[in-house]
């Protein structure tokens, strides 16, 4: 692997962690729990990454 190949994949890994931080952030919080946590998870994962924003804005959906 040269030099060129190491540069492309420190890239990529870098945009796959920018990908994966909103996953972390809903697995880590403490708004959710149980089955609410997978849909806003499938949803960021499915519909958009964007759907983060819903999760901060919106969680928890019903009250416990």
């Known amino acids: 692997m040269d030099s060129q190949d190491s540069v492309i994949l420190t890239t ?28 806003w998870i499938l949803a960021v994962l499915f519909i958009s990454w964007f759907a983060w924003i819903f999760y901060a804005l919106l969680a928890p959906i019903k009250k416990r």
């Not at 990529?12 to 849909?39: R, V």
């Open 12 to 39: 990529y890994g870098f945009i796959a962690f920018i990908w994966f931080i909103p996953i972390l952030i809903i697995i880590f919080s403490s708004k959710t729990s149980g089955s609410e946590k997978i849909a």
